[in-house]
């Protein structure tokens, strides 16, 4: 008599049902996002690795991946396919011109200019939309609406999520610009909306999801 298979973490599910969905979170830190590429560089390695495949890139492997912050701008790069190498280089090369301290910084003047983060990102990602199909994967970023105070927004590329019409239409230069507007950082960043006019958004650091791990478990 045959035993059942075994479900450990190696093979959570039995044969013939669908695997779990894979997610990747990644929070955010500044200047110390260079520390999750670090994990994540690794991460991509053991994956090769164990397929065999060394050209298999974290695009490929999960299902979902998502950042809050300066996470939100590692996530991107992620889900377009970009290799962890590329995104490594490509943030050291912006750090240092984003994170750049303006004369007079302080309480009430944030204190780095958002300028320099805003030609990086049309640099890189110029025009491109939530809803466009150069992402390789699920896309998901953690902002928080200032003006009226709701606790968070979960913007993301599922075409089956509830305000897809609208939020496939968002920029995503402009999403992740508003999710990395820390408050004496960056200034707010404005965003249309397809209800009630444009909304004031900030840093989603300031929502209870600075780890978006339980905020992407919710949108997956």
Do not use: Y
Not at 66 to 89: F, Y
Not at 140 to 165: Q, V
Request: charged share 20%.
């Amino acid at each position: 008599m045959s035993e059942e298979p075994r479900i450990t973490a190696q093979n959570p599910t039995t044969p013939g049902s669908p695997r779990p969905k894979r997610i990747l979170a990644i929070d955010g830190g500044g200047v110390r996002g260079i520390v999750a590429i670090g994990f994540l560089e690794r991460m991509e390695a053991a994956l090769q690795d164990a397929t065999g495949n060394q050209q298999l890139l974290l695009a490929d492997h999960f299902d979902l991946i998502g950042g809050t912050s300066v996470g939100s701008m590692i996530a991107t790069m992620l889900a377009l396919g970009r290799p962890t190498d590329r995104v490594a280089a490509t943030f050291k090369e912006v750090a240092p011109k984003i994170f750049r301290r303006q004369i007079g910084e302080g309480i009430f003047v944030p204190q780095f200019s958002a300028r320099d983060l805003e030609q990086v990102l049309l640099r890189e990602l110029g025009d491109m939309r939530l809803d466009d199909p150069k992402l390789r994967t699920g896309l998901a970023i953690i902002i928080k609406r200032l003006d009226t105070g709701s606790p968070w927004w979960i913007m993301t590329n599922n075409p089956g999520g509830k305000f897809w019409e609208s939020d496939g239409q968002q920029t995503i230069a402009d999403l992740i610009r508003a999710s990395t507007a820390a408050p004496t950082v960056f200034e707010p960043k404005e965003l249309p909306l397809a209800v009630g006019g444009p909304g004031l958004f900030v840093d989603g650091g300031l929502t209870p999801f600075n780890n978006p791990s339980l905020a992407l478990l919710m949108a997956a």
